[in-house]
């Protein structure tokens, strides 16, 4: 199988030839060509079974957004906005500096993360209590925004969206706020790449200051062909979680301990097991979250060779 075959066999339920495997971390870099470069590179170095595109820009608006009440005159730009452009010309190098046949997915985060980075999360939180009707609004606009975005994103010839669906932290929203100001948002979202046919990877995405913990079980009825979660900071393991939302999954090692520090034997242990308990079907090997901090990329290569050379068929 080449790539691309591997990875729909995972997505079909199916047995691939050997382990699929996919990381990711965040860049410093935000001129477009450098960062296109620099994600090609880690992509050559690693020999990934897919190409997770990031996205690295910060959003901004042309209004100030102080009190509540300016979410009713934000007018964001959309595809003329300079973050939705620069975006678009990583896709379109990092496809066209890529000569195999592998399936690809550009990174989108939510509406909510749209106000925050116009914000701040702490703007966020009193906006939320003060006056949520309006900051609905503007998560409203945000929202149709993104699902413009979206369609843009589809249109470069990227096989779907890997969604980082965030703000679904325990402790910070209450069930009652979280089904008023992000799950409607989130599955306007989904719901236009759905309607384009194209696959959606769910990234369910904690905030250290939350200790990365998310309310996995509000999720089950967003649309999905594939999830990923933090399972160790969760506790709420690979099965518990292939039983819930019944789709294939991505994951399986520590982002924050054993994928930045190895030691390569307990890496390999890792892999093993996750092969011999999941990889038959519906599974790639990954972790819980971008590897964080001082990442070693010949450490992750060395853990996608491994899964490689696990032969499943």
Same mark, same amino acid.
Not at 120 to 135: F, R, S, T, V
Not at 224 to 249: K, Q, T
């Given at each position: 199988?080449?790539?691309?075959?591997?990875?729909?066999?995972?997505?079909?339920?199916?047995?691939?030839?050997?382990?699929?495997?996919?990381?990711?971390?965040?860049?410093?870099?935000? /001129?477009?060509?450098?960062?296109?470069?620099?994600?090609?590179?880690?992509?050559?170095?690693?020999?990934?079974?897919?190409?997770?595109?990031?996205?690295?820009?910060?959003?901004?608006?042309?209004?100030?957004?102080?009190?509540?009440?300016?979410?009713?005159?934000?007018?964001?730009?959309?595809?003329?906005?300079?973050?939705?452009?620069?975006? =678009?010309?990583?896709?379109?190098? =990092?496809?066209?500096?890529?000569?195999?046949?592998? $399936?690809?997915?550009?990174? $989108?985060?939510?509406?909510?993360?749209?106000?925050?980075?116009?914000?701040?999360?702490?703007?966020?939180?009193?906006?939320?209590?003060?006056?949520?009707?309006?900051?609905?609004?503007?998560?409203?606009?945000?929202?149709?925004?993104?699902?413009?975005?979206?369609?843009?994103?589809?249109?470069?010839?990227?096989?779907?969206?890997?969604?980082?669906?965030?703000?679904?932290?325990?402790?910070?929203?209450?069930?009652?706020?979280?089904?008023?100001?992000?799950?409607?948002?989130?599955?306007?979202?989904?719901?236009?790449?759905?309607?384009?046919?194209?696959? =959606?990877?769910?990234?369910?995405?904690?905030?250290?200051?939350?200790?990365?913990?998310?309310?996995?079980?509000?999720?089950?009825?967003?649309?999905?062909?594939? =999830?990923?979660?933090?399972?160790?900071? /969760?506790?709420?393991?690979?099965?518990?979680?292939?039983?819930?939302?019944?789709?294939?999954?991505?994951?399986?090692?520590?982002?924050?301990?054993?994928?930045?520090?190895?030691?390569?034997?307990?890496?390999?242990?890792?892999?093993?097991?996750?092969?011999?308990?999941?990889?038959?079907?519906?599974?790639?090997?990954?972790?819980?979250?971008?590897?964080?901090?001082?990442?070693?990329? /010949?450490?992750?290569?060395?853990?996608?060779?491994?899964?490689?050379?696990?032969?499943?068929?």
């Amino acid at each position: 199988m080449n790539k691309r075959e591997r990875m729909l066999a995972v997505f079909e339920n199916k047995t691939p030839d050997c382990l699929p495997a996919g990381f990711w971390h965040h860049y410093q870099e935000r /001129n477009p060509a450098e960062l296109a470069k620099r994600q090609l590179d880690f992509y050559k170095k690693t020999n990934m079974d897919f190409l997770k595109i990031m996205y690295e820009y910060m959003f901004s608006l042309p209004e100030k957004v102080q009190k509540p009440s300016d979410w009713y005159k934000i007018k964001p730009a959309g595809k003329n906005s300079p973050e939705y452009k620069k975006q =678009i010309e990583v896709i379109n190098r =990092i496809l066209d500096g890529t000569k195999e046949d592998v $399936m690809s997915f550009t990174t $989108m985060f939510n509406a909510m993360k749209m106000a925050a980075w116009c914000i701040g999360d702490a703007g966020i939180m009193i906006h939320a209590k003060e006056d949520p009707q309006a900051l609905r609004h503007g998560l409203r606009v945000f929202a149709e925004v993104l699902e413009e975005w979206a369609c843009g994103f589809l249109e470069t010839g990227i096989d779907g969206i890997f969604y980082s669906a965030q703000f679904g932290e325990v402790g910070r929203f209450n069930k009652e706020e979280w089904n008023t100001l992000i799950k409607p948002f989130d599955l306007q979202v989904l719901s236009a790449i759905k309607a384009k046919g194209k696959f =959606i990877i769910l990234h369910l995405c904690g905030e250290p200051n939350y200790d990365f913990k998310v309310h996995i079980d509000r999720y089950g009825e967003y649309p999905r062909d594939m =999830i990923n979660w933090a399972i160790h900071a /969760n506790h709420y393991d690979l099965s518990r979680g292939i039983d819930y939302f019944s789709c294939p999954v991505m994951g399986g090692l520590d982002n924050r301990s054993l994928m930045l520090k190895g030691p390569i034997e307990e890496v390999d242990k890792a892999i093993d097991q996750l092969a011999m308990q999941y990889g038959k079907h519906g599974f790639i090997l990954g972790a819980d979250c971008s590897i964080q901090g001082d990442y070693n990329e /010949n450490l992750i290569a060395h853990a996608v060779e491994h899964a490689h050379n696990i032969s499943l068929s």
